[in-house]
């Protein structure tokens, strides 16, 4: 049996409730709410910095949920990739303007109406997005299947996603040259 | 995509058959991270309220609240503007952390995958090292120019 | 973890009168619990080896007074930073100065719940444990960015910057020269990375080749520097930049700092010793993976941490700071490149050696790698 079983309290003897069915649904609402919390306090934060490090909340939060369905591959390399990784640059972006004592949401908006239809717009793409999209319903298999190999097998067969895999090695190659430019800048006087 | 499957043949079942990317691995041996991550949590927290119950507190004074500054007052503020370099370390960070994390599946796969899928990888790995090269010619982790 | 637990209520009576769920869900908190409790008081006794190492390298004794050699020592040193006074400087931002310190102590000390201490003496076995160490310690560089951002103090904004783009940098080399181990392995599960070095010496990752050789330095210079470790130790130089990031930092907050850092060399260590060095392999066929056998075993790992511990001490001894531009330049000019070479070659030595071949005797496999190296040149 699973441990996932953790509350799982079988004879009457003990007055503790089973809470095994339950489990994932609260761990989904724990994670859940990690994450919304977090986008919240970084869309809202007075300062940017902060922003920043709420933005931590909201990714640890996304990567849990990717945990719970089982794709601990992604999960990681979100954890990797986004905190340790995008979350610096932010940060040390923000260092770079030297802008970290500005307070933000002083001044109102100066065309509400625009950004409010753009919000709207791009939330209204979202939601039939995941309205159109078909979701697989599958019970969970029982024993551990590894899902790094099969990655590693999708990314090199060419009817999955041998193509996107080597243009995203060109984009990074592009962005590299990018990263190139900036450097070729601060030799200018 | 049709020509390069034809060019390159059929892959055969792979190590899942053609199980979705996204099956499960067992849940119970995420438990105990999870339960690791908050007694951590909770150890330094507590030690943290520990000390504070424990700690000697004596009043506070402006020369004792002062950020350090070798004894002298703080002259400036500390969050002054950054060098780009370490902007620059970062994007180099994350641009290569990204290729490591793609090369691992390949890693785990690579007994099982057919021996010529290699120069598919060697093309991956073989754009990325041209982009390593430029940057390095043109100096971006090269401190000491200035 | 599981499996540990059943044969364990499966050999005892009186576990299997309670229902399965309980003594699961105690299995894991006592486990983790131990394995925190362990980590810390090792964390505690290593500073204390590191006294005690110093102070032999410079001709002087070190800490000896608190019990037998010196031994309790770290238990001294713990009460009294419990006991000073908690200052935080009036230009700091709280929230994030307070949140710093508990972020840096998770990311050093919440990975040890992959690492296999024995044969089935792991809190979590999971089948990706090589990649969650490394994301685990990836926390640990916000938690320094934080640490020196909210001191609000020019020392440990300097500290913090240099240290995690130091930090970062390094991940790179380190990542890569795992991946090296996990393409031998085809695995990054770390008990079958360990299983699959049992036998004799020459089955030790570490001696797979010319490329495993290399890539077992190149794993244990970047883990130096992404330890900030001696001659890395720049970001936290006393005689330029006073303490660093946690400049500011006193009482049991820093201690919190101080523990994590000697923690994450356990860690590192620890790790190394399982991906090269046979984890609990004794160098000779010997099953060790029998309930009471696999102790022995964790003895054996434990001889092989301590060992890679004290030659991290000895290089401290030994060798003298490096300057932040040569940092710089050593990790994306020297050890970046040599790491991919070093993946690469491997991936042909596997190849050609063992997928094409059939696989080799210990012998065949240098032969190859030996082939590949000469190829390359």
């Known amino acids: 049996m699973s441990a996932l079983a953790l509350a799982a309290v079988g004879p009457a003897a003990l007055p503790i409730p089973d809470l095994t069915p339950h489990l994932p649904g609260i761990v989904f609402g724990g994670l859940a709410g990690v994450s919304?919390?977090?986008?919240?306090?970084?869309?809202?934060?007075?300062?940017?910095?902060?922003?920043?490090?709420?933005?931590?909340?909201?990714?640890?939060?996304?990567?849990?949920?990717y945990f719970l369905l089982g794709a601990d591959f992604v999960a990681l390399g979100q954890v990797i990739v986004y905190v340790g990784g995008i979350l610096v640059l932010l940060v040390f972006g923000v260092l770079l303007t030297g802008r970290t004592q500005v307070v933000l949401g002083q001044e109102g908006p100066r065309r509400p109406t625009g950004a409010i239809l753009a919000g709207a717009a791009v939330f209204l793409?979202?939601?039939?997005?995941?309205?159109?999209?078909?979701w697989p319903a599958q019970p969970r298999p029982a024993d551990p299947t590894p899902t790094t190999a099969p990655i590693g097998r999708a990314f090199l067969d060419p009817d999955q996603f041998l193509v996107p895999f080597e243009v995203a090695s060109v984009l990074l190659l592009a962005a590299l040259v990018g990263a190139a430019y900036l450097a070729r800048r601060r030799r200018e006087p | 995509m049709s020509v390069l499957s034809s060019l390159v043949?059929?892959?055969?079942?792979?190590?899942?058959?053609?199980?979705?990317?996204?099956?499960?691995?067992?849940?119970?041996?995420?438990?105990?991270?999870?339960?690791?991550?908050?007694?951590?949590?909770?150890?330094?927290?507590?030690?943290?309220?520990?000390?504070?119950?424990?700690?000697?507190?004596?009043?506070?004074?402006?020369?004792?609240?002062?950020?350090?500054?070798?004894?002298?007052?703080?002259?400036?503020?500390?969050?002054?503007?950054?060098?780009?370099?370490?902007?620059?370390?970062?994007?180099?960070?994350?641009?290569?952390?990204?290729?490591?994390?793609?090369?691992?599946?390949?890693?785990?796969?690579?007994?099982?995958?057919?021996?010529?899928?290699?120069?598919?990888?060697?093309?991956?790995?073989?754009?990325?090292?041209?982009?390593?090269?430029?940057?390095?010619?043109?100096?971006?982790v090269n401190w000491a120019r200035e | 973890m599981q499996q540990w637990l059943d044969d364990l209520i499966a050999g005892t009576a009186w576990l299997q009168a309670l229902p399965t769920g309980l003594v699961y869900t105690i299995g894991i908190l006592v486990a983790c619990k131990l394995i925190l409790l362990f980590s810390s008081l090792l964390a505690g006794e290593v500073v204390w080896l590191e006294r005690r190492v110093s102070g032999r390298m410079q001709a002087r004794i070190g800490p000896n007074r608190v019990g037998p050699q010196g031994l309790l020592q770290f238990l001294a040193d713990g009460v009294k930073l419990l006991s000073k006074e908690d200052v935080i400087p009036a230009t700091a931002d709280r929230p994030v100065f307070v949140l710093a310190p508990i972020l840096v102590y998770l990311g050093a000390f919440a990975a040890f719940c992959v690492i296999p201490f024995g044969?089935?003496?792991?809190?979590?076995?999971?089948?990706?444990?090589?990649?969650?160490?490394?994301?685990?310690?990836?926390?640990?560089?916000?938690?320094?960015?934080?640490?020196?951002?909210?001191?609000?103090?020019?020392?440990?904004?300097?500290?913090?910057?240099?240290?995690?783009?130091?930090?970062?940098?390094?991940?790179?080399?380190?990542?890569?020269?795992?991946?090296?181990?996990?393409?031998?392995?085809?695995?990054?599960?770390?008990?079958?990375?360990?299983?699959?070095?049992?036998?004799?010496?020459?089955?030790?990752?570490?001696?797979?080749?010319?490329?495993?050789?290399?890539?077992?330095?190149?794993?244990?210079?970047?883990?130096?520097?992404?330890?900030?470790?001696?001659?890395?130790?720049?970001?936290?130089?006393?005689?330029?930049?006073?303490?660093?990031?946690?400049?500011?930092?006193?009482?049991?907050?820093?201690?919190?700092?101080?523990?994590?850092?000697?923690?994450?060399?356990?860690?590192?260590?620890?790790?190394?010793?399982?991906?090269?060095?046979?984890?609990?392999?004794?160098?000779?066929?010997?099953?060790?993976?029998?309930?009471?056998?696999?102790?022995?075993?964790?003895?054996?790992?434990?001889?092989?941490?301590?060992?890679?511990l004290f030659v991290m001490i000895w290089v401290r001894w030994s060798l003298p700071r490096f300057r932040i531009d040569k940092v710089m330049y050593l990790c994306y000019k020297v050890l970046l490149p040599l790491s991919v070479v070093c993946v690469l070659g491997l991936s042909l030595q596997v190849l050609l050696g063992e997928v094409l071949w059939g696989d080799q005797s210990a012998f065949g496999r240098w032969l190859m790698g030996l082939g590949v190296h000469g190829g390359i040149r």
């Open chain 1, 36 to 65: 919304v919390l977090g986008a919240i306090g970084a869309a809202t934060a007075p300062r940017i910095v902060h922003a920043a490090f709420c933005l931590l909340a909201a990714l640890f939060g996304v990567a849990g949920l």
């Open chain 1, 125 to 134: 793409g979202l939601l039939l997005a995941i309205g159109g999209t078909r």
């Open chain 2, 9 to 140: 043949g059929p892959l055969g079942p792979g190590p899942l058959g053609a199980a979705p990317l996204a099956a499960s691995a067992d849940m119970a041996e995420y438990v105990p991270v999870l339960v690791m991550l908050v007694f951590a949590l909770l150890f330094a927290a507590l030690n943290l309220g520990l000390s504070f119950v424990l700690g000697k507190k004596a009043p506070s004074n402006p020369v004792k609240d002062a950020a350090y500054e070798c004894g002298m007052p703080p002259l400036s503020e500390a969050h002054q503007r950054f060098s780009v370099k370490f902007y620059l370390v970062a994007i180099l960070f994350v641009l290569f952390d990204i290729e490591v994390v793609f090369l691992y599946p390949w890693a785990v796969y690579f007994q099982q995958m057919p021996a010529f899928l290699f120069f598919e990888m060697l093309l991956f790995i073989g754009i990325l090292l041209l982009g390593w090269w430029y940057v390095m010619r043109k100096g971006a």
């Open chain 3, 119 to 308: 044969y089935g003496l792991v809190a979590a076995d999971m089948n990706v444990g090589l990649f969650l160490v490394l994301a685990i310690t990836s926390i640990e560089v916000v938690g320094v960015i934080m640490a020196g951002w909210a001191s609000n103090s020019k020392w440990a904004v300097l500290g913090a910057m240099r240290e995690v783009a130091q930090m970062i940098s390094y991940e790179l080399p380190l990542g890569l020269s795992a991946l090296a181990i996990a393409l031998l392995a085809g695995t990054l599960n770390l008990t079958d990375i360990a299983l699959q070095q049992e036998g004799w010496l020459w089955n030790w990752y570490v001696f797979r080749g010319p490329f495993a050789f290399a890539a077992f330095f190149l794993f244990f210079t970047a883990a130096l520097a992404s330890l900030k470790r001696a001659p890395f130790d720049l970001p936290e130089a006393e005689s330029e930049l006073v303490a660093g990031f946690h400049t500011e930092y006193t009482g049991f907050r820093f201690a919190i700092f101080f523990l994590a850092e000697y923690s994450a060399m356990i860690l590192f260590s620890m790790l190394a010793a399982v991906l090269f060095l046979g984890g609990w392999s004794p160098g000779f066929p010997v099953d060790l993976t029998g309930p009471a056998a696999r102790w022995i075993g964790f003895g054996i790992l434990f001889a092989k941490t301590a060992f890679l």
